[in-house]
C-alpha cells in the first residue's frame, strides 16, 4: 500500500474549441474520466475507442495513445478527468481477487456505470473533498472508485518495467521550463552521456525528442485546463519566443495551440482519419 501521506490526486477539467486529433500522448499516471460534453474517440492498436457525452473511461500510463477531440455546437468539448496512482488499482485488484487484470495497459471504457459509482466519481473530483480526509480514508475512497470501474469493465492492465524513456518524461515534468541538457540527464541517472544516449537509441528515441516531445504534452495539458495566455505557456514550457513556441506545437500537433482553445481555425485533414477509421467499426 501507499504510505498515509500520499500527494491527492486533483482532477483536471479538460476544454477543447475546435476539434483536433493528437498523436502519441503519453500520461504518466492512469487516468479515470468522463466525457462531459462532444465526443472522444482513442486508438490503441488500430482499435477505436468512442466515448460520447456522459461516457466514463480509463487512460492507462506510458502507453502512446491517438486521441481525437471533437465539440458539438454549440459548446466545446469538454472531460473531467482524475489522475490515479497505479498502485492503488493494483491494491484494489488484489482486494477483489478474481479479476481478470490485461497483460498489456489499453484505454477502456465503463459500460453501466451505477449512480452510485458516478457520484463517488464526483465527490473524488470535487476540489478540495479527498485533501480533507486522512490519508487512509482518500484511499480507500479511490479504491473503491477504481473498483466500480473495474466492475464495469475498465481494468487497468498489468505495469510495464518502466523504460529510460519513461524515467526521463518524469524528471522533465518536473521542471519542463528547466533548460535541461544530455548532460543534466546523463548525471541524473548516474551514467554517461554516451551511455544515455546508446541507451534511448536503443528504445528508438534520443534525448532531445524526448524533451520536445514532453514540453509539447505539458503545453498541451495547459491549454486544454488553464486559460494563461499562450506566451505565459510558452514560457512555462521553455519557450521565451511565442512564436517559436507555436511553430512547434503545430509542427508536433497539426494544429496551432489558439486552435485547440478556441476553434477559430479550419479543422485540417490530421484529425479526419481517426473519425473515418472509427465509423466502420463504432455506432454514431
Known sequence: MLDDVFPVPTRALIRQGGRACFYRLVNTSPILFQVQSGTKIIMANDRPLRLEAGAYGLLPDYQPLTMENIPKAPRNYQTVALPVP?????????????????????????????????????YCCQPGNLARLPGAIAKARLMELVTWFALCGAVLGEGQSPRLE????????????FDWTL????????????????????????????????????????IHTTTLPMAQVALEVGYDSPSQFSARFKERFGV???????????????????????????PR
Open 86 to 122: 497505479r498502485q492503488l488499482f493494483e491494491d484494489a485488484y488484489a482486494r477483489m481477487g478474481s479479476i481478470a487484470v490485461p497483460s498489456r495497459p489499453l484505454p477502456a471504457s465503463a459500460s453501466s456505470l451505477p449512480e452510485e459509482a458516478a457520484v463517488l466519481f464526483d
Open 166 to 177: 519513461d524515467r526521463l518524461r518524469q524528471m522533465i515534468e518536473s521542471d519542463p521550463a
Open 183 to 222: 548532460a543534466h540527464a546523463a548525471r541524473s541517472f548516474n551514467m554517461s552521456e554516451a551511455t544515455l544516449r546508446r541507451r534511448l537509441a536503443a528504445e528508438n528515441t534520443g534525448f532531445s525528442e524526448i524533451l520536445s516531445d514532453t514540453r509539447m504534452n505539458r503545453a498541451l495539458g495547459l
Open 256 to 282: 496551432s495551440p489558439r486552435h485547440v482553445r478556441s476553434g477559430s481555425e479550419h479543422f485540417e485533414r490530421i484529425g479526419a482519419e481517426v473519425e473515418r477509421s472509427g465509423a466502420d467499426a463504432l
